[in-house]
């Protein structure tokens, strides 16, 4: 009976599916990385000898700049140690921000109320200034019309 993994080395033999291997190196890859990188590494991937890596918040990329060599040699002893996963010789490595991780602004400027005026507006005023009789008179007005 076969198994996942007899099943997963028989399909990534095949032309079509070797980004499978390599999605599964880059996979081991961030593995071998400290927990604080792997929490900051959103992915991976290599181009034109240029390892380029996503990150997932703009904080990181300081932090990353100065682990360049770092990165470097994790990736040159899995390549050593795993024959699936042998990488072109790394000549740069750049970082930058994946889109699919930054924050969302949304402004919700909607203010429209979604309840109902409790107020009956039947309360009485005994004022003998005719400036506070009239204010009172149209809040009156305004809470009937809520209604």
């Not at 000898?49 to 470097?72: C, F, Q, T, W």
């Not at 005994?126 to 007005?141: M, P, T």
Request: glycine share 4%; charged share 25%.
């Amino acid at each position: 009976m076969k198994t996942a993994k007899n099943i997963f080395s028989e399909l990534t033999r095949q032309s079509q599916f070797v980004p499978l291997v390599q999605y599964q190196c880059y996979g081991k890859f961030l593995a071998l990385l400290p927990p604080r990188f792997q929490k900051a590494i959103a992915f991976v991937t290599i181009k034109n000898d240029i390892l380029l890596v996503a990150l997932s918040h703009p904080g990181y990329k300081m932090e990353l700049d100065y682990n360049r060599d770092l990165l470097k040699s994790i990736l040159i002893g899995l390549s050593k140690h795993d024959k699936q996963c042998v990488f072109p010789e790394i000549k740069k490595v750049e970082f930058f921000i994946s889109k699919h991780y930054l924050p969302q602004i949304t402004n919700d400027l909607d203010t429209v109320p979604y309840y109902g005026e409790k107020a009956q507006g039947n309360f009485e005023f005994d004022y003998h200034d005719d400036e506070l009789k009239n204010l009172f008179s149209r809040i009156v007005q305004d809470i009937q019309c809520n209604q």
